[in-house]
Nanobody, 120 residues
Framework: QVQFVESGGGLVQAGGSLRLSCAASGSTFSINVMGWYRQAPGKQHETVAHISSGGSTNYADSVKGRFTISRDNAKNRVYLQMNRLKPEDTAVYYC??????????????WGQGTQVTVSS
């Protein structure tokens, strides 16, 4: 099994930036694609971005040009640099493995997530 621990969230004004970090532990050797997801109140989990072990990425249209996903394979960490944040980015952010770029999450469980709140 794989465990995910997210950190780096907070309260920021619109237009500001945050950098999220995800640490994966456990049986991580089989993971190729990692992703960031978010869940706003009353909504389902939404895909934000994916990255493969080789560095290929894809992004949700709503964050393209503002968010950047990266990873450190040696440390089993994935990052999400979020710039020009908008109030609609407010959500709890989670990381998870994925079956592929743009694919659903691989595991049906989530870490504690990290809250991102963007004030207008």
């Amino acid at each position: 099994q794989v465990q995910f621990v997210e950190s780096g969230g907070g309260l920021v004004q619109a237009g500001g930036s945050l950098r999220l970090s995800c640490a994966a532990s456990g049986s991580t050797f089989s993971i190729n694609v990692m992703g960031w997801y978010r869940q706003a109140p009353g909504k389902q989990h939404e895909t934000v971005a994916h990255i493969s072990s080789g560095g290929s990425t894809n992004y949700a249209d709503s964050v393209k040009g503002r968010f950047t996903i990266s990873r450190d394979n040696a440390k089993n960490r994935v990052y999400l640099q979020m710039n020009r944040l908008k109030p609609e980015d407010t959500a709890v952010y989670y990381c998870n493995a994925a079956y592929g770029l743009g694919m659903p999450p691989r595991y049906d469980y989530w870490g504690q997530g990290t809250q991102v709140t963007v004030s207008s």
